[in-house]
């Protein structure tokens, strides 16, 4: 009787190992798109590149510009998000997140579904620098270059710009006087907002 169970237990083990090893191989292959192969990028423009550090309260991390990918040194394969955060690079470096990624999805008007979510950016890319043309949805490989960057603002910065347009449309205020010399920062007049035309060292 004990060896009768004994083989029922090794049956019941040896199903369970294949159904775990079967499991494992029969992960949807998500390298390529449906069609197979990697989708072509028909505008020419190349992957991101930009990337800044973050720092806020007591966290120091990394973010890619438009990459989908965040908190980490991917060229050193290191986590970057420190915290707390250190003061020189010989301290101890503590980090709490490894990686992060951008995903979301949708489905267009005839019901199929979209998605772009990046893993680590090693089988591809799904985000792209720059805005589409809200009409025929398309970009151009400059305008991508462009956009390649991070615009940094400080709460300074935006108070003194939002202070100048205020006196420049009192008439009792004189901005001579009360902003003297004042000239408007570069990323707040190539701020990325709709219908700004004015690009990064642009006019």
Do not use: H
């Not at 199903?15 to 192969?37: D, E, I, P």
């Not at 901005?175 to 000239?183: A, C, H, M, N, R």
Request: proline fraction near 4%; aromatic fraction near 8%; charged fraction near 20%.
């Amino acid at each position: 009787m004990r060896k009768v169970i004994i083989k029922k237990n090794r049956l019941v083990l040896t199903v369970l190992t294949l159904l775990a090893v079967t499991n494992l191989y029969s992960r949807r292959n998500t390298s390529g798109n449906k069609g197979g192969g990697q989708p072509v990028v028909t505008a020419g423009c190349s992957n991101a590149v930009a990337n800044a550090s973050l720092q806020l309260n007591n966290v120091r991390t990394r973010i890619d510009a438009t990459g989908g990918s965040m908190w980490q040194d991917r060229a050193g394969g290191f986590a970057e998000y420190e915290v707390p955060k250190r003061n020189n690079v010989d301290d101890p470096k503590f980090t709490s997140i490894f990686a992060g990624a951008l995903w979301m999805g949708g489905t267009d008007v005839n019901g199929q579904l979209k998605i772009a979510a990046v893993t680590f950016r090693a089988d591809g890319n799904d985000f792209w620098p720059g805005p589409l043309d809200r009409t025929t949805a398309e970009i151009n490989s400059d305008q991508c270059s462009v956009f390649d960057q991070f615009w940094g603002v400080s709460r300074a910065q935006v108070d003194e710009f939002v202070a100048q347009y205020d006196c420049s449309q009192d008439p009792n205020c004189d901005v001579s006087t009360e902003f003297p010399g004042y000239q408007i920062p570069d990323v707040i007049r190539e701020w990325p907002a709709k219908g700004n035309v004015v690009q990064k060292g642009g006019a």
